[in-house]
Structures are given as structure tokens and as C-alpha cells.
């Protein structure tokens, strides 16, 4: 079962605009999230996180939402920059369960910035 | 401070050969772990480890499978022997502790088997 998932193969946003990149997870023992970014021929590169204490939290262009009751989580980046091109993984994880010390991940999301 | 390295970046065998993947941590990173990550997909888990101790490698194929972190610091990942379907990227991965942390990823390695 997919725990993690990231329902949209890919984005594609103008630069400057707003990309927004969702990811849904059904794993009520997460209590930690992550986004990773992943540029070809590289390892992913960690982006942002967030605790399940806290429904916000920004850095620089980045900011990470979460609805815990919906289980749902978003990556904002504004503005959007030609640079930001690359795959978006959302990964979660928790301190119990099949979740203890792992990282779980979603698909990815393909984002492309037009310039 | 030097990343995750790992080694080596590519490896084409054919199938039933067998094949071995090193990885060297961020010093002072305790966890380390080892996920594969196929084509069109988020990375998995296949084993963790708390210094040498392997506290989680029940997604590791164990008969085909193997992994060892001597001393708490490198570590391999060896598959004998390796199938088609093992074809995918092995990300090597560490961090300073196990909880509410991120994890700092090498670059892989791409294996294809043929």
C-alpha cells in the first residue's frame, strides 16, 4: 500500500508564478515531514521539513504546509525559478510503528519552470 | 564537509553475476541506510543501520541480499545473484540520529542487469 502519494506526475509553472506541489499520506503514525528535491544523475537533496506540532513553516522561497486532519501536505515556492526544474519528493516519517526512523516516499513530482 | 559517497556511480552485469556497492557516510552519522529507488518512483527502504547494528532490514530480500557496516562507518551492499529485476538506483543515505531528522543521500549508483 502506498502510504505516501503524490498524485500528480507532473507540474509545469511559469517563472516567477507560484508552483504548488501536494502530496496525501495515510499513515497516522507520521509525525514528521519532509520534501526532497532530485535534479537527473543525483541523489535527493533535502529541501524542508515539518514537525505535526506545526502547520507552517518557510524557508526563503519554500514553505511547507500541513492539514493534519486531511492528511495532506503542500510545497509552496514563490517565486518560481527556472533553477527549481527538477523532481519533488514528498517523504514522511514517525517514531512508532513501521514507521519508526525511516524515510517514507511518494513518486515524485516532475516540476518544470518555464523561463 | 564531504557528503555520502558512494561507488561505484554505474554497473552493467548480467544477470546471475553478482554485484557489490560501497558507501562511505558523513563522519559522525550514526544511521545509515540503504534505499533503491526504481525508475519512476520515490526511494525504498531496504535496511537501516544504528552504527554497525542493522535494526531494520525487513524489506531487504534476504536471499539474494546481503549488507554489512564493519566498525560503524562504510558499508556494502552486495546482491548474489543479481536478477532483471534488480535493475534500479541504490541509494546509500545517512544522518546524525534517528528521529524527526532528514536524511543526507549520495549520488547512487545505477545498476542494470542484462
Known amino acids: 500500500d502506498q502510504q505516501v502519494k503524490q498524485n500528480s506526475p507532473s507540474l509545469s509553472v511559469q517563472e516567477g508564478r507560484i508552483s504548488i506541489l501536494n502530496c496525501d499520506y495515510t499513515?497516522?503514525?507520521?509525525?514528521?515531514f519532509l520534501w526532497y528535491k532530485k535534479y537527473p544523475a543525483e541523489g535527493p537533496t533535502f529541501l524542508i521539513s515539518?514537525?505535526?506540532?506545526?502547520d507552517k513553516n518557510e524557508d526563503g522561497r519554500f514553505t511547507v504546509f500541513l492539514n493534519k486532519s486531511a492528511k495532506h501536505l503542500s510545497l509552496h515556492i514563490v517565486p518560481s525559478q527556472p533553477g527549481d526544474s527538477a523532481v519533488y519528493f514528498c517523504?514522511?516519517?514517525?517514531?512508532?510503528?513501521?514507521?519508526?526512523?525511516?524515510?517514507?516516499f511518494g513518486q515524485g513530482t516532475i516540476l518544470t519552470v518555464h523561463p | 564537509e564531504a557528503g555520502v559517497v558512494q561507488s561505484p556511480r554505474y554497473k552493467i552485469i548480467e544477470k546471475k553475476q553478482p554485484v557489490a556497492f560501497w558507501c562511505n557516510p558523513i563522519?559522525?552519522?550514526?544511521?545509515l541506510y540503504w534505499y533503491r529507488q526504481n525508475l519512476g518512483q520515490g526511494p525504498e527502504l531496504l535496511i537501516r543501520?544504528?552504527?554497525?547494528?542493522?535494526?531494520?532490514d525487513s524489506q531487504l530480500p534476504k536471499d539474494r541480499f546481503s549488507a554489512e557496516r564493519l566498525k560503524g562507518v562504510d558499508s556494502t551492499l552486495k546482491i548474489q545473484p543479481a536478477e532483471l529485476g534488480d535493475s534500479a538506483v541504490y541509494l546509500c543515505?545517512?544522518?546524525?540520529?534517528?528521529?524527526?531528522?532528514?536524511?543526507?543521500f549520495g549520488q547512487g549508483t545505477r545498476l542494470t542487469v542484462v
Open positions: 543515505a545517512s544522518s546524525p540520529y534517528t528521529l524527526n531528522t532528514e536524511a543526507f
Open positions: 499513515n497516522s503514525m507520521f509525525d514528521y
Open positions: 515539518i514537525s505535526s506540532i506545526k
Open positions: 517523504a514522511a516519517t514517525g517514531a512508532g510503528g513501521t514507521s519508526y526512523g525511516k524515510l517514507t
Open positions: 563522519s559522525g552519522h550514526n544511521t
Open positions: 543501520y544504528e552504527n554497525e547494528e542493522a535494526v531494520d
